[in-house]
């Protein structure tokens, strides 16, 4: 059973930059690809990023792509998401979430078997 955990989350202004990390344990970490995703009142789970076992296989949702990156430590067990440029629009709680599979990874939140409780992300002036 895989354990996920989020940090780093907290209130900034529109411009400035967040740095989210998910550590995992309880199970071979470097076996599961890993996902981003938010969700903000009211509105469905959105899909921000995800990375593969092995760290080259990455995909962003187009809202955030240019601006966010992801990035994983197996030897930490911890998978990052750089934001930058932050967004009012990008306020919401932020999850990682855990998929046992291969080098690639989907933004669809039915592929993934694993999630942390979640950090929140306030974008405000």
């Known amino acids: 059973q895989l354990q996920l955990v989020e940090s780093g989350g907290g209130l900034v202004q529109p411009g400035e930059s967040l740095r989210l990390s998910c550590v995992a344990s309880g199970s071979t970490f470097d076996s599961y690809a890993i996902g981003w995703f938010r969700q903000a009142p009211g509105k469905e ?3 921000v990023s995800c990375v593969g076992k092995g760290g080259t296989s990455t995909v962003f949702a187009d809202s955030v792509k ?3 990156s992801v990035s994983r ?3 930490k067990n911890t998978v990052y998401l750089q934001m930058n440029s932050l967004k009012p629009e990008d306020t919401a709680v932020y999850l990682c979430a855990a998929t046992l599979g291969g080098d690639y990874c989907s933004n669809y939140a039915l ?3 694993y999630w942390g409780r979640g950090t929140q992300v306030t ?3």
């Open 111 to 113: 592929e993934y078997a």
């Open 73 to 75: 430590d197996n030897a």
């Open 123 to 125: 974008v405000s002036s």
């Open 45 to 47: 789970r959105e899909g």
């Open 66 to 68: 240019g601006r966010f």
